[in-house]
């Protein structure tokens, strides 16, 4: 028995001089294993900002950032580096990227990706110097739309965030927020609730309609003028009086228009256009489909591209958009955007193609032109005449 507590008693010590052993290491050791650590982050680091000297790790948690970035170190010599994940074809692709205390990009890297085809590997490179105007102009490669699309976006966010964290303000709202806060306030009585109405009558300079969903009245876009007209017939907004009163007539005039469905189905129309409806005073709303990049290159998921063309029995289209689409995300979905549907409004025949196609989405482009194309062709036989 006396032997067996000697046993016990000497594994304890051994067991205690070894706890000691490991803590005096650990003690020893930890400072060099965080040395080692900071200075591999460090090395990361200094692949985006070669001049930054020392980086510091920032607690986030104060700010509001862009959704992408989730993680952000202070270099010494003012700059920042942004890391950020965002979803190119695939999730998780995450980008470092160095920012200088002017702005501009001092380098942006993928550390990691789901990507297949490799471009986010050296598009980084094309960053090298640029301002956030400079990002927006670099061109996404037509065969890695989602991958470089993105990558640009993070860039942007990469900007953006470092502009926040050294104590300047950015609007970090997207397009519909803004156009919707700046109706809103233009019409408090709509608590911000709007929906897109068809222009079918014409009034010359406007070019979108929007009716606030509870009644409260309607915004007028003329370019970039709003006015309000309210539901007791009060215009709010910068307007001289003959403009005020164009506006109450149009208001009444929208009230009391109707329109028709027009029977295509003997009328020999190219079996693109959908439907016809016509107002009491002639003029028209046609749908069309027509198949664009989603529906040219990947058949087996993409949807042709369905637009709606408002356009007066003279030919002069009083509104155009994009009803629905699969085209790329960044890319050609901006056929759906008022940047690029707005141009269509006040052309004719004769000059519906003098606008300016969407950067790098040529199919999505010659696609719109072709559909609104179909719907003159149809305003002709519609009007008695017969198609080209």
């Given at each position: 028995m006396?032997?067996?507590y000697?046993?016990?008693?000497?594994?304890?010590?051994?067991s205690?001089?070894?706890?000691i052993l490991m803590a005096?290491t650990?003690?020893?050791?930890?400072p060099i294993i965080?040395e080692n650590e900071d200075?591999?982050a460090?090395e990361?680091?200094?692949v985006v900002?070669?001049?930054?000297g020392s980086f510091t790790a920032?607690d986030?948690?104060?700010?509001s950032?862009p959704?992408?970035?989730t993680?952000?170190y202070?270099?010494?010599?003012g700059?920042?580096v942004i890391?950020l994940s965002t979803?190119?074809?695939a999730?998780?692709?995450?980008?470092?990227?160095?920012?200088?205390?002017?702005g501009?990009?001092?380098g942006?890297t993928?550390l990691?990706?789901?990507?297949?085809?490799g471009?986010?590997?050296t598009?980084?490179?094309n960053?090298k110097?640029?301002?956030l105007?400079?990002?927006?102009?670099v061109?996404?490669?037509?065969?890695a739309?989602?991958?470089?699309?993105?990558?640009?976006?993070?860039?942007s966010?990469?900007?953006n965030?470092?502009?926040?964290?050294?104590?300047?303000s950015v609007?970090?709202?997207?397009?519909?927020t803004i156009?919707r806060?700046a109706m809103?306030?233009?019409?408090p009585?709509?608590?911000?609730?709007?929906?897109?109405v068809v222009?079918?009558?014409y009034?010359e300079g406007?070019?979108a309609?929007?009716?606030?969903?509870?009644?409260?009245?309607?915004?007028?876009?003329?370019?970039?003028?709003m006015l309000?007209l309210?539901?007791?017939?009060t215009?709010?907004?910068d307007a001289?009086?003959?403009?005020?009163?164009s506006l109450?007539s149009y208001?009444?005039?929208?009230?009391?228009?109707k329109f028709t469905?027009?029977?295509?189905?003997s009328l020999g129309?190219?079996k693109a256009?959908q439907s016809?409806e016509k107002?009491?005073s002639?003029?028209?709303?046609?749908y069309?489909?027509?198949d664009?990049?989603?529906?040219?290159?990947h058949?087996?998921?993409?949807?042709p591209i369905v637009?709606?063309?408002?356009v007066?029995?003279?030919?002069?289209i009083?509104d155009c958009?994009?009803?629905s689409?699969?085209?790329?995300?960044?890319?050609?979905?901006?056929c759906?955007?008022d940047?690029f549907?707005?141009?269509f409004i006040?052309k004719?025949?004769?000059t519906?193609?003098?606008?300016?196609?969407?950067?790098?989405?040529t199919?999505?482009?010659?696609?719109?032109?072709?559909?609104?194309?179909?719907?003159y062709e149809?305003l002709?036989?519609l009007e008695g005449?017969t198609?080209?």
């Open positions: 006396k032997a067996a000697k046993n016990v008693l000497a594994l304890s010590i051994i205690a001089i070894v706890a005096i650990n003690y020893i050791t930890a965080k200075n591999a460090n990361a680091l200094t900002m070669p001049d930054g920032l986030l948690s104060s700010y950032l959704k992408t970035v993680d952000a202070a270099a010494s010599n700059g920042y890391k979803t190119g074809y999730s998780n692709m995450v980008i470092l990227c160095g920012v200088a205390s002017d501009s990009v001092t942006a993928c990691s990706s789901g990507e297949t085809l471009y986010e590997k598009y980084g490179d960053f110097g640029l301002s105007e400079g990002v927006a102009s061109d996404t490669i037509s065969s739309t989602k991958t470089t699309s993105a990558y640009r976006q993070a860039v966010d990469a900007i965030a470092a502009t926040i964290l050294s104590g300047g609007d970090l709202r997207d397009e519909e156009l806060d809103t306030e233009l019409l009585a709509s608590k911000g609730e709007f929906t897109r222009i079918a009558e009034l406007l070019t309609i929007y009716e606030a969903g509870n009644g409260a009245g309607t915004v007028f876009h003329f370019g970039d003028t309000a309210t539901s007791d017939g215009v709010i907004g001289d009086d003959t403009l005020k009163a109450v208001g009444e005039q929208m009230a009391s228009t469905q027009v029977e295509i189905g129309l190219n256009i016809v107002t009491e002639g003029n028209y709303q046609i069309v489909s027509v664009g990049y989603s529906m040219q290159e058949p087996s998921w993409g949807a637009i709606m063309l408002s007066t029995k003279d030919g002069v009083l958009y994009t009803v689409h699969k085209e790329t995300e960044g890319f050609g979905a901006a759906e955007d940047d549907t707005s141009q006040g004719t025949d004769g519906y193609r003098e606008i300016d196609g969407i950067s790098g989405a199919k999505t482009t010659n696609a719109y032109l072709r559909g609104i194309k179909l719907c149809a002709s036989i005449g198609a080209e």
